[in-house]
């Protein structure tokens, strides 16, 4: 469990350095004015989301399926979209920044196990498959998750308007759908599809 926590806690420090790279990339000099424009893992973590919400997901897990999985977050970094040159599209680049950084990790890592680096070869898988965890979960549609900034630009201003008022229920829905079994069914192999005919590693 301790390795765990450590991966995660790595993955969402590059995750939320990620997006505030990405905004200050596109003129926005909050990320960087709030301190946030580091990969010092402190200034990312929130208390409940990066350690108290993956211990319990990990110990429900645990215990309801058999193996362990856990998901968390970070604060969230703050941005001005009134610095951007064009607000919805550029709120859509520093949204895709995050999980993009994650696939990245995944990738390098799988690189290494390709080359032969069989060191700490279960942390590395865990490191991989908690990074695509991250990366999808975070691209699922559902304010404020980074795929509801990618929708963003493709939807009327009025419906946009409507759509980022689900934001205050966002977590309430994610919860929902936990319970329902959608990580199981979806997400956990999507997943394995990607591990097996992406990377080449199989579990």
Do not use: C
């Not at 559902?142 to 939807?155: C, Q, R, W, Y």
Request: no cysteine.
């Amino acid at each position: 469990m301790p390795i765990v926590i450590l991966i995660i806690l790595v993955s969402i420090t590059f995750h939320e350095y990620a997006h505030g790279w990405m905004a200050s990339r596109l003129g926005d000099p909050t990320p960087k004015q709030s301190g946030r424009l580091s990969l010092n893992p402190l200034v990312h973590i929130d208390p409940f989301g990066t350690i108290i919400l993956p211990i319990i997901l990990l110990v429900i897990s645990t215990r309801l399926i058999g193996h362990p999985f856990a998901i968390g977050y970070a604060k969230p970094v703050p941005i001005n979209p009134y610095h951007f040159k064009n607000p919805r599209k550029d709120i859509a680049l520093v949204g895709l920044a995050g999980p993009l950084m994650n696939i990245l990790i995944a990738i390098a890592l799988s690189l290494l196990i390709r080359l032969g680096f069989t060191l700490f070869i279960e942390a590395l898988i865990l490191g991989i498959m908690i990074n695509l965890l991250l990366a999808i979960f975070n691209l699922i549609p559902i304010p404020p998750l980074d795929g509801s900034k990618l929708l963003l630009p493709f939807l009327p201003k009025k419906v946009a308007y409507k759509y980022l008022k689900l934001e205050p229920y966002g977590f309430l829905i994610i919860a929902l759908l936990l319970m329902s079994g959608f990580f199981q069914w979806f997400i956990l192999p999507l997943v394995s599809i990607i591990l097996v005919n992406l990377l080449g590693i199989s579990i």
